[in-house]
């Protein structure tokens, strides 16, 4: 036994799954969004407010309007994650595409999309990551793209490994690629998750759960699309990302310098 | 007309600062811009402690976008120029670990601020917490507290 042991503050899987049921069950209608008092997310517990937002109806906020990132903070090779060293990084190699839409259903085009992710072996390439796995000399694990006209995305990348976390004993992460999306307004930001289907560990993840609504929860996890795997070379997955908020009201996303 | 369902948010997590911040990122305006402004803050928890894991990003149409993220003490500062009359605020996003949806918050900044607008729409007790307070040599002092006593009003724009 290395790890910790329930008991000593620390909640075992089975208090925070029987929390979890208990989230779902007080559910009294669908909701797209996590929420954010999420308790058996411990995290979320002292991170979230006790008061409703305030909604802003004024049709001039700035918050309608957005920015165009990208032209000058994207270069080629940015949307490949395996050629970013010397090396080639170990672990499936993968491509993740998908268009991202407003609710409509109108392509964001032009919009700065950004991924980072943890290894094959689930290590982040971050100094304060201390999982025991290793690190891959030959992969970051961050990239970047900008949408197509019709709103398109393409990543090639190697397929994550789950991570432990220190949220109670033996939790887990899902693999999962992070995402984060602009829209056409600043109200349209989103930061989210992308998970991989079939994975085991989805009902033990609080984070992913968070979300009570099970469509809503489907709708993080990317379909295999065998036409996009490619012959002795990387397999495909699709993932389609709609953006909730209000759409841009003034004329286009303006350039940023 | 059927909208689609949207993608749920996600934490932003712990990990995301090799990724997410960029040299210059608190630079919405290059050193020596006249008139420009620094806007600086702490963000703090339920408890009233630091959040050191807590990434901020800043719009402000016609002069850029801004991304930082928040120190081992939940420090952060921007350098902008003053937001316009008709739009005294500094649109704010905050994400975190432990935030599984990002919040939305402005920071009203100058004159102009006091006047009408959303900040009449919120109760008096809570106004303060969407106004930076000068702090002389225009710099302005504007804290995020994700909960608990002078909480800050965050904003939907959803409805």
């Not at chain 1, 991989?196 to 993080?220: E, H, K, M």
């Not at chain 1, 295999?224 to 990302?241: C, M, N, Q």
């Not at chain 2, 420090?75 to 739009?87: D, E, F, L, N, Q």
Request: aromatic content about 8%; hydrophobic content about 35%.
């Amino acid at each position: 036994m290395t790890g910790p042991v329930a008991g000593w503050g620390i909640p075992s899987q089975e208090r925070i799954t029987a929390e979890i049921a208990a989230a779902h069950g007080s559910a009294v209608k669908p909701e797209h969004h996590p929420r954010r008092d999420f308790a058996p997310y411990r995290s979320s517990v002292l991170r979230h407010p006790h008061r409703a937002p305030v909604p802003v109806g004024d049709p001039d906020a700035a918050e309608r309007t957005a920015p165009v990132l990208g032209t000058r903070d994207v270069r080629a090779g940015d949307a490949d994650l395996t050629r970013q060293h010397p090396g080639e990084p170990l672990g499936e190699r993968i491509t993740v595409t998908g268009r991202v839409l407003d609710r409509a259903g109108r392509p964001v085009r032009g919009q700065l999309v950004e991924v980072w992710q943890a290894n094959a072996a689930g290590r982040y390439a971050h100094e304060r990551d201390r999982h025991p796995a290793p690190l891959d000399p030959n992969f970051t694990g961050v990239g970047r793209c900008r949408t197509d006209d019709e709103g398109r995305y393409a990543f090639t990348t190697i397929r994550p490994g789950a991570y432990p976390w220190r949220n109670h004993v033996n939790a887990w992460r899902p693999a999962h690629i992070h995402f984060s999306v602009f829209g056409t307004a600043f109200a349209q930001r989103l930061v989210t998750q992308m998970y991989f289907p079939g994975d085991p560990l989805f009902p033990y993840d609080p984070i992913l759960q968070a979300v009570t609504d099970p469509a809503a929860r489907a709708r993080l996890v990317a379909a295999y699309d065998h036409a996009l795997s490619r012959p002795e070379w990387s397999l495909g997955y699709r993932w389609d990302i709609v953006l909730d908020g209000p759409a841009a009201t003034l004329p286009g996303p303006e350039e940023t310098s | 007309m059927t909208l689609l369902p949207p993608t749920p948010s996600q934490t932003v997590g712990p990990f995301f600062g090799h990724a997410l911040p960029y040299e210059g990122g608190g630079d919405l305006v290059p050193a020596g811009h006249p008139g420009a402004i620094s806007v600086h803050g702490y963000v703090r928890d339920g408890n009233g402690d630091a959040v050191p894991d807590a990434l901020l990003e800043f719009w402000q149409p016609g002069t850029g976008l801004g991304r930082v993220a928040t120190g081992a003490d939940g420090h952060w500062s921007v350098r902008t120029a003053p937001p316009p009359a008709a739009r005294p605020y500094l649109p704010v996003c905050v994400f975190a670990r432990g935030l599984m949806h990002h919040l939305f918050t402005r920071a009203y900044i100058g004159p102009a601020a006091a006047a009408g607008g959303l900040l009449a729409a919120v109760p008096e007790e809570r106004r303060s917490t969407l106004i930076a307070r000068p702090e002389g040599d225009g710099t302005y002092r504007f804290d995020i507290r994700l909960q608990g006593e002078k909480e800050t009003v965050f904003l939907d724009f959803h409805g």
